[in-house]
């Protein structure tokens, strides 16, 4: 299991492969998340953020086989397109590695202390949060 | 008894601090107390935390509620909701 809160880009492709190493696995489940068409900085909560990310990735492992998963997430100055967050779940089956990957990601829009700051045309304003995440983490209950 | 508290985003930006050491004073026991307390501070305190507003908290960078208890030497932290992934 693998938890990273960091500045740097992340290669997809190489994490997927370093998850995909054992004969038991059978699939890979992977969701990466991107800025939209805006500028944003992300602050964070060091220290808090890794652990509340680790504690979303040992609930996943209690409701579902997960036999590797990697979890990171960017902070600071991103530009539209740029990559902000990646969750890749290794498991025996499909089932079990889009659930938990659908389930960290769910509980880390709602759980995990990062904050958006967006540059608008009418200047830098932070990102209100969404019912629809809470919602949305809400149906795993 | 001393605690720290930490506050982020808008918070942060809007209190015009980041962290601060405080002793606290007898009978705020909870976050939900120390909350009150903060907001007696009036202006700007009273605006940032009032209870009409969205203000999440930590207690040693773990999730808690109003109802949660604090202790000398806790890392206390306020905060809007979260809007990263």
């Given at each position: 299991?693998?938890?990273?809160v960091?500045?740097?880009?992340?290669?997809?492709?190489?994490?997927v492969a370093?998850?995909?190493g054992?004969s038991t696995?059978?699939?890979?489940?992977?969701?990466?998340g991107?800025v939209?068409?805006v500028?944003?900085?992300?602050?964070?909560?060091p220290?808090m953020t890794?652990?509340?990310?680790?504690?979303?990735?040992?609930?996943?492992?209690?409701?579902?086989?997960?036999?590797?998963?990697?979890?990171?997430?960017?902070?600071?100055?991103?530009?539209?397109?740029?990559q902000?967050?990646?969750?890749?779940?290794a498991?025996?089956?499909?089932?079990?590695?889009?659930?938990?990957?659908e389930?960290?990601?769910?509980?880390l829009?709602?759980?995990?202390p990062?904050?958006?700051?967006?540059?608008?045309a009418?200047?830098?304003?932070?990102?209100?949060a969404r019912a629809?995440?809470?919602?949305?983490?809400?149906?795993?209950k | 008894?001393?605690?720290?508290?930490?506050?982020?985003?808008?918070?942060r930006?809007?209190?015009?601090t980041a962290?601060?050491?405080?002793?606290?004073?007898?009978?705020?026991?909870?976050?939900?107390?120390l909350?009150?307390h903060?907001?007696?501070?009036?202006g700007?305190w009273?605006?940032a935390?009032a209870?009409?507003r969205?203000?999440?908290?930590?207690?040693?960078?773990?999730?808690?509620?109003?109802?949660?208890?604090?202790?000398?030497g806790?890392e206390?932290?306020?905060?809007?909701?979260?809007?990263?992934?």
């Open positions: 299991m693998k938890v990273s960091q500045r740097e880009d992340f290669d997809l492709g190489a994490e370093a998850i995909s054992k696995i059978g699939a890979v489940a992977s969701f990466v991107l939209r068409d500028r944003m900085t992300l602050e964070h909560y220290g890794e652990s509340a990310i680790a504690k979303i990735v040992e609930e996943a492992r209690g409701r579902w086989q997960v036999m590797d998963c990697t979890v990171i997430h960017r902070h600071g100055a991103l530009e539209p397109n740029e902000i967050v990646m969750v890749a779940v498991s025996a089956h499909r089932g079990d590695a889009f659930a938990a990957c389930f960290i990601m769910d509980y829009k709602t759980r995990a990062f904050w958006k700051k967006e540059e608008r009418g200047g830098a304003a932070w990102v209100e629809a995440d809470d919602e949305a983490a809400e149906r795993w | 008894m001393k605690i720290k508290i930490l506050f982020f985003a808008s918070l930006e809007q209190l015009g962290a601060e050491e405080l002793e606290l004073p007898g009978g705020v026991a909870t976050v939900g107390a909350r009150e903060l907001i007696a501070r009036g700007t009273a605006n935390m209870k009409n969205a203000v999440r908290a930590a207690v040693n960078q773990d999730m808690a509620q109003p109802a949660a208890a604090i202790k000398a806790d206390i932290a306020f905060f809007p909701p979260v809007t990263g992934g």
